[in-house]
């Protein structure tokens, strides 16, 4: 018997939504979609499995295995309400059954889905991870493992978890009882009684009164015993500084070069055989020479200028199409997606996969990749705990995802391969990336001959490292360009004037556009699209910043705090653009307070290729139309919630509303 199918296959029916609980008359809709008979079955699997553990207690209970007290677990000492032993009152064996499933059910669940919230918000701030870090491992110092014992003194934790447990879910959030009550900041509890006993009305994740959880005390140990043995088990640093980025991506970039091991990408991406999540060594250098070389370098970049110049026609041609003269409001976010999706297609894979080829929705997969990339996993950071991603049904979707990347990558090689034996490239002009991996794949140019495998997951690199981010890069300037008026106009003005008389900005004009150049970079100093890069992991025992850093400590680098870092920058969190005008600040990895791309060894190969497709598509857009917020939204009110993933988006799409410009 599966207990844990069992119990993941209630758990999910507890979460379908039951039309005729809400609806009596159109209970009979649960029969034609099978609801009902799914019920039916789960409820008999689960007596079945509820069954054998009440007559495993009988059975041991007869043989009076459990003589003493302490032995005795929650199934006995129901078994002895039940029998009228403890209090008199008896229970019945249904009652007894729907207890032990209410502890299971809102048991697992709950604890579980807070660490998630737990880990997520500490990722988000990397500040308050370091403070929890220093506080467990500064007490946990000299043990093997931490044990509840150790708790009580543990405070920065326990704020920690309440300050999520206010924020997720969304009560507590009342500006009347919390000082900016949409802030993480754990502090806030560090010299506060406040608690989530119930007594206090303004946190009550557990509810309170006669109706509220009495599991609160498990749910809290739990969670607080978990957290600290993360911190503890999983050495991680996080740098927030100029001076600890350089250390790590400059001066001890070979030793600081490898990735962590990750289940997620060992799944998605063929055992980590791309180039983004291999360890370091020489397989990744291999793969990263060909993706620089045959995708990435300057040469072919610049070959790519028709594709791009062509592209951001249609979207401009789209845009106008849409807005018309009627200034309906567009969607910004769905014009850069398929802007950006297009290049990439057309350069990777030699054609565009549009979203009407069933198989082939390449998009909608890449959504769903980069969702399944932003969810925290546990079982990466808790190993015992990795049941609980089958429990929670992470397992089937990763599993439904990697199937039909699958398809669609083989699908694109067969393809390839096909036109290739009709010998349709005859030239190296019209070679398009899959072309030259088949030639590497088959030994044809390097003599390493490279695994089919590999070859699926380097086009899957290409295509997620790629597109979200450039699309999210531009749909960030573009918010910041509409919350700023004045830096619209600015930008309008250089670059309507460098595109006097001229039908259409080339590529050739993005040269001579230093204010566009500059709105580029403040945006992504504001929001670089990976806030934490991609984590990194130490091949050998290293000082870093004067501190000793042991051998597979991850490394976590926070260019989002860098880049907002008072130190660094003046009035960091003011959006001026102008800062970048006379400086020789850039974001190819060479100076440490704007590193959006990363830098070292691991820094992003994309960074060419995707900086001239925003300059380009940015330029177009402000050369052909007029942008402004919805009517009736102001600028300062525009939300600038963010999304959360390894990709930051904004968390709605971007709305706008485009005039054309009369004159152009
Ligand atoms: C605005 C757009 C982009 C941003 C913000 C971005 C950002 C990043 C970052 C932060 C990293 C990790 C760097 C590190 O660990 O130091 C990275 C790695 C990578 N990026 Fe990009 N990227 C972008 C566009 C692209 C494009 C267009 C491609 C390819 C077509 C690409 C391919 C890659 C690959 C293959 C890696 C892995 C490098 C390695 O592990 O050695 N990226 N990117």
Same mark, same amino acid.
């Given at each position: ?26 209970? *009979? /809709? ?11 079955? /789960? ?20 043989? +009076?295995?459990?003589?003493?007290? #302490?032995?005795? @677990?929650?199934? @006995? ?44 918000? !500490? ?6 991870? #370091? ?20 708790? &009580? ?60 959880? $009495? ?14 043995? !993360? ?8 740098? =927030?500084? /100029?001076?600890?980025?350089? @250390? ?35 397989? *990744? ?27 951001? %026609? ?30 990439? %297609? ?22 769903? !990749? ?39 990558? #083989?699908?694109?090689?067969? +393809? ?9 490239? %005859? ?57 700023? $008026? ?36 403040? =945006? ?44 660094? *920058? +003046? ?36 960074? &060419? ?20 917020? $919805?009517?009736? !939204? ?9 999304? %959360? ?11 706008? /509303? ?7």
């Amino acid at each position: 018997m599966h207990a844990k199918n069992i119990l993941a296959e209630f758990l999910h029916l507890l979460g379908t939504f039951n039309v005729w609980d809400f609806i009596p008359w159109l209970e *009979w /809709v649960n029969k034609i979609t099978g609801l009902d008979i799914k019920v039916e079955k /789960v409820a008999k699997k689960l007596d079945t499995f509820l069954e054998s553990v009440i007559e495993e207690h009988i059975i041991r209970h007869n043989k +009076e295995e459990y003589s003493t007290g #302490e032995g005795k @677990d929650f199934v @006995d000492v129901l078994l002895e309400i039940q029998n009228g032993k403890e209090t008199g009152f008896r229970l019945q064996r249904d009652s007894l059954k729907a207890i032990l499933l209410d502890i299971f059910a809102a048991g697992s669940d709950t604890a579980y889905s807070t660490l998630e919230w737990i880990m997520a918000e !500490l990722l988000r701030h990397p500040r308050a991870m #370091e403070t929890l870090q220093n506080e467990v491992r500064g007490l946990a110092q000299g043990k093997a493992e931490i044990t509840e014992d150790d708790l &009580g003194n543990m405070h920065h934790l326990k704020t920690v978890i309440k300050e999520t447990l206010r924020l997720h879910p969304p009560v507590g959030r009342d500006p009347l009882s919390w000082e900016n009550p949409k802030d993480y900041r754990p502090e806030r509890f560090l010299n506060s009684d406040t608690d989530f006993k119930g007594l206090n009305f303004e946190l009550i994740p557990f509810g309170a009164g006669r109706r509220g959880c $009495p599991g609160t005390a498990f749910a809290v140990v739990i969670n607080e015993l978990a957290l600290a043995r !993360l911190m503890h088990n999983k050495p991680v640093i996080v740098a =927030s500084s /100029v001076e600890a980025a350089r @250390d790590i991506m400059k001066t001890h970039d070979l030793v600081c070069s490898s990735r962590p091991k990750s289940s997620m990408a060992d799944r998605l991406f063929y055992g980590s055989r791309d180039v983004g999540f291999s360890p370091y060594g020489k397989y *990744w250098r291999q793969l990263k020479s060909i993706v620089v070389l045959h995708l990435l370098s300057n040469k072919r970049v610049q070959s790519y200028r028709d594709i791009r110049e062509e592209e951001t %026609s249609n979207m401009i041609d789209k845009i106008r199409q849409e807005c018309g003269s009627s200034n309906s409001v567009i969607d910004l976010r769905d014009h850069f997606c398929f802007l950006t999706c297009n290049i990439i %297609s057309r350069v990777a894979l030699g054609r565009k996969y549009d979203e009407g080829e069933s198989e082939m929705n390449a998009k909608v997969t890449l959504d769903e !990749l980069g969702e399944l990339f932003g969810t925290f996993n546990i079982g990466d950071y808790i190993p015992w705990l990795e049941w609980v991603n089958k429990l929670t049904g992470l397992d089937t979707k990763v599993e439904k995802v990697a199937k039909s990347l699958d398809t669609f990558l #083989e699908c694109v090689i067969e +393809e390839h391969i096909i036109r290739n034996k009709k010998g349709e490239y %005859s030239t190296g002009e019209a070679k398009d990336f899959v072309d030259f991996l088949l030639e590497i794949h088959n030994g044809k140019e390097t003599g390493i001959p490279l695994q089919r495998d590999s070859l699926k997951a380097i086009i899957l690199d290409v295509f997620s490292g790629g597109t979200d981010t450039i699309y999210t890069a531009l749909e960030w300037v573009m918010t910041e360009l509409l919350r700023h $008026p004045r830096a619209m106009e600015k930008l309008q003005n250089e670059v309507r004037g460098l595109a006097q008389g001229k039908a259409e900005v080339t590529e050739d004009d993005l040269g001579y556009m230093h204010y566009l150049k500059a709105v580029i970079k403040e =945006s992504l100093r504001l929001h670089p699209p990976i806030p934490l890069l991609v984590p990194r992991e130490s091949i050998e025992d290293i000082k870093l910043l004067g501190y000793q850093i042991p051998a597979k400590t991850g490394l976590i680098i926070n260019a989002w705090s860098i880049g907002r870092d008072p130190l660094s *920058w +003046e009035n960091p969190e003011e959006y001026r653009p102008e800062r970048f005008l006379n400086s020789n600040i850039d974001v190819k990895g060479l100076n440490f307070e704007l590193i959006p791309f990363g830098a070292g060894r691991r820094g992003c190969p994309g960074t &060419g290729f995707a900086i001239v497709i925003i300059e380009l598509a940015l330029a177009r857009i402000v050369h052909k139309f007029n942008l402004a917020l $919805p009517e009736g !939204l102001k600028p300062e009110d525009l939300d600038m919630t963010e999304g %959360s993933g390894i990709t930051i988006r904004r968390n709605s799409s971007l709305l706008a /509303v485009a005039t054309q410009c009369s004159s152009y």
